[in-house]
């Protein structure tokens, strides 16, 4: 009996130790952006400054209205602020989902260097919902890029074949 009130008590003490998140259901990083996992990936492959991802993402108001959302291929730079977006993308793996809360001035202004928008004030959050769909290296990706666009020359020779036959059988000039 002793042990198990002194695992409750140890519970209790670590438990008031910990930082509480202002959003529900969500936890505080160590970089300061709040995050809740939503879907977890099967990869053991850390995300690293430098790699490309594939993402399904959607920003909105801390209340839900929606300002933005979209599938993106980027690469992930250095972050520029403790707590930025990269930080974020580099807390997940491959096929995962996650849900994170942003400070949204150092977002516009420090991150994507536009103003803020009328509807957030200089101390408001965002929600940003990511959904990673792909990571590739350096290398896969310029491999990838390297194959489409060859694949674009292809297409645009038998374009030009099929052209000239159509200009051929309707006789045109």
């Known amino acids: 009996m002793r042990k198990v009130l002194v695992f409750f008590l140890a519970v209790i003490v670590v438990s008031s130790c910990k930082e509480q998140s202002p959003f529900e259901g969500y936890s505080k990083s160590k970089k300061g952006f709040y ?8 990869s053991n492959k850390k995300i ?3 790699d490309y991802i594939t993402a399904d993402i959607q920003y ?17 730079e250095k972050p520029v602020y ?19 809360i942003l400070q949204a001035e ?6 994507l260097q536009s ?10 959050y965002f929600k940003v919902k990511i959904t ?17 666009l060859h694949w674009t020359e292809d297409f645009g020779d038998y374009e030009k074949v099929v052209l000239q036959q159509f200009i051929k059988e309707e006789k045109i000039d």
């Open 35 to 42: 995050y809740q996992l939503q879907t977890i990936g099967e």
């Open 48 to 50: 690293r400054e430098g």
């Open 60 to 76: 909105s108001t801390i209340d839900d209205s929606v300002f933005f959302s979209g599938r993106r291929k980027l690469k992930l």
């Open 82 to 100: 403790s707590g930025a977006i990269e930080d974020c993308f580099m807390s997940m793996r491959h096929d995962e989902s996650a849900s994170f």
């Open 106 to 111: 150092p977002f516009f202004i420090q991150t």
């Open 115 to 124: 103003d803020l928008p009328s509807f957030f004030e200089a101390d408001d």
């Open 132 to 148: 990673l769909i792909e990571v590739q290296s350096e290398e896969d990706y310029f491999k990838e890029k390297q194959a489409f």
